[in-house]
């Protein structure tokens, strides 16, 4: 029994991965707001990325996306405890 539990842990564990990398190629991060997808991902410490996802979305407004992504940066909280 041990050996089936660890082969399907394994199996899940890969599974996982998979559909984690998978989503990170995905269209799942297209909006219609791309100032607060700019926000977000600056505030949280994304690289600037509006060329990437002009490559897999469509009508990327780079300019909101940019405008965002320098707010959301400019609220990150820095180091220095």
Known sequence: MG???SIYWRGLVAASFLLAIAGC????????????KGWSDGRFGALQQ????AKRCPGVDADAYNRGWRDGDA??????Y
Do not use: M
């Open 25 to 36: 190629a995905s269209t799942a991060d297209c909006t219609s707001d791309w100032y607060t």
């Open 75 to 80: 609220e990150r909280p820095r180091g220095g």
């Open 50 to 53: 509006a060329d990437l996802y």
């Open 3 to 5: 050996q089936i539990s």
